[in-house]
């Protein structure tokens, strides 16, 4: 049975209208404020996917709507649950569904919302798979009970914590958070000054909507409009002033001091210049700047750079970190490790007054809560509950992830300030008794053991995630943001050195705060309940490795979906021990042993203990070369040969295999992946097809990621992440050339009727791809490639699969009559598949469009910057067309062919698309006669380019959208020159 998701019906559009609105701030899915994780997928697409593939091609598609819910008057489609008729219910409840990379788990918490019969998601990682135990098991299972006894216990947690008073005393009663930062011994004149990489306090305009918090790919410091004038909610920065021994900071606040809510204000951040009630503000030049290795003393204004090639400033915080551990240790006193070349600093305190903010400077006191939590420390030490486990000793990853261990962050108790530490540690010791008064009370109550204990299990498990997301949230490497949305550990794909970070209390309602994180948890939990709570589905949560599949023996499913990591895009291993270290304590117990504590089984022992009952330590030990990734640090750090590349792609195929070996025959496999480019379909082919022996039968582009390269009207790009849909049955051979000429001509009709479905763009583009890919990758065998040095499937990627693609998409627009050379093709595409954003003059192509076009149209980019026909601007290439917003269409196409330096008086033609040029140009202003006079000589002259030329201009008059300049340009020539009722081929096709 073809399915619908396999047809022109499935409404791509929609679905990604709604994605995009799920990943933006305000719209995301309320369980994924428990705890963050990388490349979560919008919740809608999911589902549509899923149902997709689920009923049949012929299914109406105002049904599907229906039953998945895109409505336009639905806001949030995801936070309803699909409506699924009695007998679609039937159909589901008999389909066994897996996800073999469930990460957050988007995929199975849509299929147990539709009701597919049985549901398996599987996770390498311990903490992705304690979290999917947390998202999909407890809450069907335990339903809203279980809401209030999280709720009940956070409060107990909570309780204990505040009258612990070793916590107690290392905070003001007053204070929400603690702006800490580093300061350094200065080279030059010996005193200590600190370092601020940014002086804003706060920077929020009048409107700028709720304070939301940064979900990963958030910019970190210093992001936010740089220059801006209107009325400000909050405008407060930090001055530094100087006495002869120290730097001391001083709060400007400018709501207080002119006594106003609202600040009208002019401010340009980057010149730090603030004007506002008729005065000059300067807001201090930031004095540390990392990536240019470069800061300045506050003393003696003397820049401090290094010696060599190491910059005293990384050296020293280096050395406070070794120092720190050999004062915990107990080999140097606390006066020692004050000494160090760098030490910490807090700056400010943030209080929270009625509604609003208040600013101070820190003072010598609170300076002095960090040295006695110090203690403290050194009181413990040997504590199992300090996480004394080593970072990834590596650099991974183009993002360069856990940069922050070049700065001696080396193990993940560093990670966190004294104050910092001592809380999360009493934060573990106190849900894990929590864990054992639930079990106790419910013993009390009657309950076995075994039941007892596992629903001590679940209730401990989300106190465990609150923590994990404070520890995230307060951290030396958790930005402070003049925005007031909250940065945290792992915003960007790795851990970074930052300056300004959050010390937050755990009690303040505070983004991050555990309080806080508590509360999130009962609405993530109550949306949970109410998802899954009457579904019919059998759920199971597997550790498990997707390249093996070992635990599912004989199993076979009817349907896969999944969405595997992208090449080295997250280092999710590593990465994520920063909650591993913090979950296996809140979940383990402590014993003794030898003299010695150490950490014992209790909940999840399978995550965070082996088979032989030994403690797994750190997840990029145990894991790290198996998790599918390209991360070429990490297999040097193993020792494993080969580039890792190569490593990526075995692991993919190693993955793909096994899920053919789990799949039905007529059971069918869905793929997300994270780029459109050629490089990518490279990587899934080998994978998919060579490997999986399947055959792709169709492809969607799926808005996923950052809403900024979302398909909305005037933001389309090429590289949007695509939805594979796979099928068994490879077989015999093929000639190349024939397959070739068969896609076309086939796919030219898709294209007309994924067109006449309303698809443009990049979904066009794709949704054409997936097509030209089912003739292709039919056959077990294609022979007679080109002889070229590139690897087969590339080869077939560059060469075939691309060039048969624009070829089908480009006929599909009826310019078959002229044979098309590759610079037309080129336009036309550009053209009608990418479109101009708003203001802009002309349209752009970011760096992948225009390689896949140039490789789908078979052009180089050089040769058509030397045929004026795109314009290259840093990384991307402006197309030269006629203008965008010109008063006249004359003045358009004028302007285009001054650009494309192309004289109309005696002009010096190059290609077909100067002759379209010209064409538009003199059709406009000049009487119709002489129009065609110098059309005919234009004819006589060039006649091979004026066919060409005739064919794009009845290409774009139908093509292009109303308001392209060029529609109406195309059209006057069109008339002009052709007798009236040809019409276009366009309407020639759908005859
Ligand atoms: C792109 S994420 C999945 C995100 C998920 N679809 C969501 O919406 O939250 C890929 C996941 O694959 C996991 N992974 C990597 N290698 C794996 C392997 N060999 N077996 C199982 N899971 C693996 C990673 O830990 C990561 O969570
Ligand atoms: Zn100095």
Redesign the pocket.
């Known amino acids: 049975m073809s399915t619908l998701i396999e047809s022109p019906h499935f409404p791509i559009n929609e679905i990604n209208e709604f994605s995009a609105g799920e990943k933006r701030g305000g719209g995301r899915p309320d369980f994924w404020e428990m705890v963050f994780?990388?490349?979560?997928?919008p919740l809608i697409g999911?589902r549509s996917v899923i149902a997709g593939a689920l009923v049949p091609s012929n299914f109406s598609p105002f049904e599907f709507k229906r039953l998945v819910r895109l409505w336009p008057e639905t806001k949030s489609p995801h936070r309803e649950n699909p409506s699924v008729s009695p007998r679609l219910k039937e159909h589901l409840s008999k389909v066994k569904l897996l996800?073999?990379?469930?990460?957050?788990?988007?995929?199975p918490l849509e299929a147990v919302r539709l009701g597919v019969g049985e549901v398996v998601a599987?996770?390498?990682?311990p903490t992705?798979y304690v979290f999917l135990k947390a998202i999909l098991e407890y809450p069907r299972e335990r339903g809203e009970r279980l809401v209030k006894d999280v709720e009940r216990w956070g409060e107990w947690v909570l309780e204990r914590l505040r009258e612990d008073p070793d916590v107690k005393e290392l905070y003001d009663e007053d204070v929400a958070v603690y702006i800490g930062s580093w300061e350094v011994k200065c080279p030059h004149c010996g005193r200590y000054t600190p370092l601020v990489g940014n002086w804003w306090l706060a920077r929020v305009p009048e409107r700028a909507g709720r304070a939301e918090e940064a979900e990963g790919e958030g910019e970190g410091e210093g992001e936010g409009e740089e220059v801006r004038s209107g009325a400000f909610r909050r405008l407060a920065w930090m001055a530094p002033y100087t006495s002869s021994s120290a730097v001391g900071i001083r709060v400007v606040d400018l709501n207080k001091e002119l006594g106003l809510r609202g600040v009208r204000a002019s401010v340009n951040a980057r010149q730090g210049r603030v004007e506002a009630s008729g005065r000059v503000y300067d807001v201090p030049r930031p004095n540390v700047d990392a990536r240019r290795e470069t800061a300045t003393c506050l003393l003696c204004n003397n820049a401090i750079r290094g010696v060599g090639r190491k910059w005293y400033v990384k050296e020293a915080l280096k050395e406070y970190n070794e120092n720190l551990e050999r004062y915990l240790r107990g080999e140097i006193t606390m006066e020692d490790l004050l000494k160090s070349r760098a030490r910490p600093r807090i700056l400010v305190k943030v209080k929270i007054v009625g509604k609003e903010l208040e600013f101070e400077p820190a003072t010598s006191e609170d300076g002095e809560k960090l040295w006695k939590a110090l203690k403290k420390l050194r009181g413990m030490w040997g504590d199992p509950d300090v996480p004394a486990e080593m970072f990834a000793p590596y650099q991974m990853g183009t993002a360069g992830a856990l940069r922050i261990t070049l700065w001696g962050f080396d193990k993940w108790y560093k990670l966190f300030n004294p104050r910092q530490l001592i809380t999360l540690v009493k934060l573990v010791k106190l849900i894990r008794e929590a864990g054992k008064k639930v079990e106790e009370e419910k013993l009390r109550e009657g309950w076995s053991r075994e039941e007892a204990l596992k629903y001590a299990e679940a209730v401990t498990t989300y106190l465990a995630v609150a923590l994990c997301k404070y520890a995230d949230y307060s951290s030396v490497a958790a930005g402070w943001n003049q925005s007031l949305i909250m940065g945290h550990s792992l915003s960007m794909r790795g851990i970074a050195m930052i300056w300004n970070y959050n010390d937050i209390a755990p009690w303040v309602s505070w983004t991050g705060a555990y309080i806080r994180n508590l509360s999130t948890l009962t609405e993530s939990l109550t949306f949970l309940v109410s998802a899954v709570s009457g579904s019919p589905s059998g759920v199971k949560v597997l550790l498990?490795?997707?390249?093996v599949l070992s635990k599912l023996r004989d199993e076979k499913f009817d349907l896969i979906v999944?969405?595997?990591?992208?090449r080295d895009d997250?280092p999710?291993?590593e990465l994520?021990d920063l909650y591993y270290v913090w979950l296996k304590r809140a979940l383990s117990d402590v014993e003794e042993s030898f003299g010695m504590m150490r950490l014992a089984p209790r909940f999840h022992k399978e995550a965070f203990f082996d088979d032989l009952g030994n403690e797994v330590e750190v997840q990029w030990k145990a894991f790290a070369l198996?998790?599918?990734?390209e991360n070429e640090g990490r297999i040097q750090h193993f020792g494993v040969k080969g580039n890792a590349f190569n490593h990526f792609k075995s692991?993919l195929s190693e993955?793909f295999k096994a899920m053919a070996s789990k799949l039905k025959d007529d059971g069918l496999l869905v793929t997300?992946y994270a780029h459109t480019s050629p490089e990518a379909w490279e990587a899934l082919l080998e994978a998919g097809w060579l490997s999986g022996k399947m055959r792709v039968a169709a492809a969607h582009a799926m808005a996923t990621e950052s809403t900024e390269s979302v398909v909305a009207r005037g933001k389309v790009r090429l590289d949007m992440s695509i939805v594979a849909v796979w099928r068994k049955g490879v077989e015999g051979e093929a000639l190349v050339d024939e397959v070739y000429a068969k896609a076309v001509e086939a796919c030219s009709k898709d294209a007309h009727e994924y067109r006449k479905a309303g698809l443009e763009g990049v979904n066009l583009f794709v949704a054409v791809l997936g097509k030209v890919l089912s003739h292709f990758t039919q056959y077990e065998r294609l022979i007679g490639l080109k002889a070229t040095d590139e690897p087969f499937v590339q080869n077939l990627v560059k060469n075939y699969i691309y060039p048969a693609t624009a070829e089908a998409i480009v006929r599909s627009y009826g310019a078959v009559g002229a044979r098309l050379s590759p610079p037309s093709m080129f336009y036309l595409l550009s053209k009608v598949l990418v479109s101009r954003r708003p203001r802009q003059a002309r349209r752009v192509l970011d760096r992948t469009s225009a390689t896949v076009l140039s490789i789908g149209t078979r052009s180089y980019l050089e040769g058509l910057e030397d045929q004026r026909i795109v314009q290259r601007e840093r990384d991307s290439y402006v197309l030269l067309e006629p203008r965008w917003g010109a008063r006249e269409p004359r003045d358009a196409i004028w302007d285009a062919l001054t650009v494309r330096e192309l004289n109309p008086r005696e002009p010096r033609v190059r290609t077909a698309i100067d002759v379209l040029h010209l064409l538009e140009f003199y059709a406009i202003t000049l009487p119709k006669e002489e129009f065609k006079r110098r059309a005919d000589e234009l004819r006589g002259r060039r006649p091979g380019l004026f066919d060409e030329a005739m064919a794009l201009a009845r290409a774009l008059a139908s093509g292009l959208p109303a308001g392209d300049p060029e529609r109406e340009l195309a059209e006057n020539v069109v008339e002009a020159l052709e007798p009236a009722g040809l019409g276009t081929l366009d309407s020639f096709i759908r005859r």
């Open positions: 994780w990388w490349t979560r997928k999911a996800d073999p990379f469930a990460g957050f788990g988007s995929i599987v996770e390498l990682l992705a498990d490795d997707a390249t999944t969405d595997p990591p992208y997250v999710y291993a994520s198996r998790e599918v990734s692991l993955s997300y």
